[in-house]
């Protein structure tokens, strides 16, 4: 980066006092990353304030559209979102910064010039990208990232012919004001039933009754839009007019960026759901092999691509004390269990996995981005 041996970059965060800037800095203090960078605080509604104290004492924020500020860092990361992002980079391009750009928003990942980040899936990619002059590193869309983070060593061997992935998403992925929603949500539900819980002679069907009326009356759902405790929303992300959500589409599209594999894609598709989990996406797979495997060389392949995989014995109870969001929730684990052919014979295969939405669905590929650059 130009620098002299041994000084340390200059890194500005922009977008940290969100839910995902705030669990990478999390994570980038767990791990001790500040101490390898000169760290910079960009606020666009506080500058001049203090800053976090990372280690070094508090600095002051700067402003985050101050572009003479911005393009005096060797490397920025945003979680700020797409706007910010939409607003920002271009200009910054323009006056000829060429530093690093590391984003959580989706707004530049299908460019041609960005990198999608995911290393332990496509450190190859993203190494072929240091290599051709890339500046742009894109965080991949949680569910795709964490769907790869679970079955990318299926997709290395090249053993997958095709993929269907249906979704179980939790509110984190539509934002932290749906999560406050979802608990306001089942707080309704019980309090509108309790008097009846309380009693053990009540009858199900009155408590049933109770429950359907909060549904129509009584139920926040203002950042929702709909009751999502007690039910589910079976459309994730914008109506693409063609019967696809925004959410389904990414999955082939960002997914085969990911791999390397636009110009050959493996088709990969199914339908998204958000349900009344807080913070982990669970996914259901079909998988088409190539050639069929036995379930111990497929559960190696699975487990041999990075530390963090879980592989659950498909049995009643590792699958319900170990493959759940509640299990999973806060940490790195990528799990994966119910794994076993399907009738159709044994080159089809199904899986289900889970994984942190916040953590390897989010923050994490952007934190080890961030280390990859400054090379340690
Ligand atoms: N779009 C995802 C969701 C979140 O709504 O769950 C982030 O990629």
């Known amino acids: 980066m130009g620098e002299p041996a041994g000084a340390r970059p200059k890194v500005g965060l922009i977008g940290w006092r969100g839910m995902v800037g705030a669990v990478l800095i999390e994570r980038m203090r767990a791990e001790g ?58 200009q910054l391009r323009a006056a000829g910064w060429d530093g690093h750009w590391i984003d959580a928003a989706s707004a530049l990942r299908m460019n041609d010039a960005a990198v999608i980040v995911l290393d332990p899936v496509n450190r190859h990619v993203i190494d072929a990208g240091l290599a051709a002059g890339c500046r742009d590193w894109i965080g991949g869309n949680c569910t795709v990232s964490l769907m790869l983070m679970a079955f990318g060593g299926l997709f290395r061997a090249g053993l997958v012919e095709w993929m269907t992935t249906m979704t179980y998403q939790a ?16 707080g309704v539900l019980h309090a509108s039933a309790r008097g009846l819980l309380d009693d053990p002679a009540s009858a199900i069907l009155d408590i049933d009754r109770r429950a359907r009326a909060a549904f129509d009356d009584a139920m926040p759902t203002a950042a929702i839009g709909q009751p999502l405790a007690g039910s589910l929303l079976p459309w994730v992300d914008r109506d693409l007019g063609n019967g696809y959500s925004r959410e389904e589409w990414k999955a082939g599209a960002e997914g085969n960026k990911i791999l390397g594999l636009s110009g050959d894609p493996v088709p990969i598709d ?33 487990a041999g691509l990075h530390p ?40 089809y295969l199904t899986a289900f996995t889970v994984g942190d939405q916040l953590l390897w669905g989010a923050a994490e590929p952007l934190r080890r981005m961030l280390r990859i650059l400054i090379g340690r």
Request: aromatic share 4%.
């Open 171 to 186: 509110a984190s992925g539509a934002g932290a004001q749906q999560m406050r929603e979802l608990l306001a949500q089942m």
């Open 270 to 302: 199914g339908l998204c759901v958000r349900v009344g989990a807080m913070r982990c996406h669970s996914q259901a797979v079909t998988i088409k092999l190539r050639r069929p495997a036995t379930l111990t060389a497929l559960e190696q392949v699975m």
């Open 33 to 90: 990353d500040f101490a390898l960078i000169e760290p910079e605080f960009f606020s666009t509604t506080q500058a001049g304030r203090p800053a976090p104290d990372v280690g070094s004492g508090h600095g002051t924020l700067g402003n985050g559209y101050d572009l003479e500020a911005l393009a005096r860092c060797d490397i920025l990361v945003s979680c700020q979102g797409g706007d910010y992002t939409g607003k920002m980079h271009p």
């Open 308 to 347: 963090w995989l879980r592989i659950i014995p498909n049995e009643v109870e590792a699958t319900l004390a170990c493959l759940t969001p509640a299990a999973v929730t806060g940490t790195l684990d990528i799990a994966v269990g119910r794994i076993r052919h399907l009738a159709m014979g044994e080159d």
